[in-house]
């Protein structure tokens, strides 16, 4: 199956400084990725979706000044958490697409983000 | 809008029994995709299986089946002969033009 790969695994930041998150597919080109949020024990929340060589689309209520996504080339999405706060400590997943007779999404391992 | 309804937050099975996991969503559209996504302890989201709403036939994956029945937009996932690593979250989701959405989950247990 496609593999998706995301670093860093875990990040601690002090409040105020930016974190940035890379996604990667390593085995096949993504047109589209995805960007997740997750809290505990929940389902994932979709932040945005970033399309390679154009702007990402951001879903309701997600801060694109705060939360910048650059998906600079087919295999490669990134998302940065500008002058991070405590409240955005959460995991973090990325997701790449697969479209045509395969239609699906391959996942990221995920990075959790702690912001002291 | 779409919406992925699992209604059991969490089931549990016996070893080597069979468990279903339910699930339901609302949508107007006749062309879709419909998956299932384990997600273990590590967190890493794992396709489990999909299904194309335009088959009529039911996807399976080795111990993993689906029951696909589109006019009640139903979507349960059948685990056969279960083991203790199928324990984990498990969402399903579905997929309609450029948006995927996902149910809120279900706790999977798996008793010795």
């Known amino acids: 199956g496609a593999v998706v790969s995301q670093h860093p695994s875990r990040v601690i930041c002090k409040s105020g400084t930016s974190v940035k998150i890379e996604c990667r597919s390593l085995d096949f080109q993504a047109t589209t990725m995805f960007w997740y949020r997750q809290f505990p024990k929940k389902s994932l929340m979709l932040m945005a979706t970033?399309?390679?060589?154009?702007?990402?689309?951001?879903e309701q209520g997600v801060e694109k000044d705060k939360f910048l996504i650059n998906h600079a080339s087919l295999t490669l999405s990134t998302l940065t958490v500008t002058s991070a706060h405590p409240e955005d400590s959460s995991f973090y997943i990325c997701s790449a697409r697969v479209g045509g007779i395969k239609e699906t999404q391959y996942f990221g391992p995920g990075t959790r983000l702690l912001v002291l | 809008a779409q919406t992925v309804t699992q209604s059991q937050p969490e089931m549990s099975v016996q070893e080597a029994e069979t468990v279903t996991l339910s699930c339901t969503y609302d949508t107007s559209e006749s062309d879709y995709y419909l998956f299932w996504y384990k997600q273990p302890p590590s967190r890493q989201m794992i396709l489990v299986i999909r299904q194309e709403a335009y088959k009529q036939q039911n996807a399976t994956e080795n111990r993993f089946s689906v029951n696909f029945q589109k006019a009640a937009k139903s979507f349960s996932l059948k685990i056969s002969d279960s083991q203790l690593g199928d324990a984990a979250m498990y969402f399903c989701?579905?997929?309609?033009?450029?948006?995927?959405?996902f149910g809120t989950g279900t706790s999977l247990t798996v008793i010795p």
């Open positions: 970033s399309n390679e060589g154009s702007k990402a689309t951001y």
């Open positions: 989701a579905y997929k309609y033009g450029n948006q995927f959405y």
